[in-house]
């Protein structure tokens, strides 16, 4: 038996009405997951665990935008130039620069015009690692990380 065009037209017409949905929720699940191996990155600083408790994703309309965290975490993962003593520091890639660019340049430097970092350490420590940088801990790329989001969602998407 033959469907007509008319009959043929009804089956379809809900197909893709969910779709929407659908994809922001294997987005949203991949971003879970993509998250939770930044958490397990052996890189990836511990110490009191309030880093790992602020990574979320970002999600607008649906769409995967990246992580939000701490921002010391970005600190971290990029590394700051100290004021005497260079460190390992990586570039920050324009996403990141968008929402927390660095003073000048490319990279993270602290003020020479301060004497001591902010923040709840001791005073020494806030000394030293004024001086002395931080290395960078490279536990994430974002660019690594939207791919390996949209690889995630692509695996787990279903029409």
């Given at each position: 038996?033959?469907?007509?065009?008319?009959?043929?037209?009804?089956?379809?017409?809900?197909?893709?009405?969910?779709?929407p949905?659908?994809?922001?929720?294997?987005?949203?699940?991949?971003?879970?997951?993509?998250?939770?191996?930044?958490?397990?990155?052996?890189n990836?600083?511990?110490d009191?665990?309030?880093?790992?408790?602020?990574?979320?994703?970002?999600?607008?309309?649906?769409?995967?935008?990246?992580?939000?965290?701490?921002?010391?975490?970005?600190?971290?993962?990029?590394?700051?130039?100290?004021?005497?003593?260079?460190?390992?520091?990586?570039?920050?890639?324009?996403?990141?620069?968008?929402?927390?660019p660095?003073?000048?340049?490319?990279?993270?430097?602290?003020?020479?015009?301060?004497?001591?970092?902010?923040?709840?350490?001791?005073?020494?420590?806030?000394v030293?690692?004024?001086?002395n940088?931080?290395?960078?801990?490279?536990f994430?790329?974002?660019?690594?990380?939207?791919?390996r989001?949209v690889?995630?969602?692509?695996?787990?998407?279903?029409?």
């Amino acid at each position: 038996m033959a469907l007509s065009p008319e009959q043929i037209a009804a089956q379809i017409e809900d197909i893709g009405i969910d779709m929407p949905n659908s994809l922001a929720i294997a987005l949203e699940n991949a971003a879970m997951i993509a998250i939770e191996e930044i958490k397990s990155n052996p890189n990836f600083p511990v110490d009191t665990g309030r880093l790992r408790n602020s990574l979320q994703a970002r999600m607008v309309d649906g769409q995967f935008l990246g992580i939000s965290m701490e921002n010391y975490g970005f600190f971290q993962n990029f590394g700051v130039e100290g004021t005497q003593n260079t460190t390992n520091q990586f570039g920050v890639d324009e996403i990141t620069k968008s929402f927390l660019p660095p003073r000048e340049g490319d990279t993270y430097k602290f003020n020479k015009q301060k004497k001591m970092i902010g923040g709840d350490l001791p005073f020494g420590a806030r000394v030293m690692i004024h001086r002395n940088g931080l290395n960078a801990k490279r536990f994430f790329d974002i660019n690594e990380l939207v791919d390996r989001v949209v690889e995630i969602a692509n695996q787990n998407f279903e029409l």
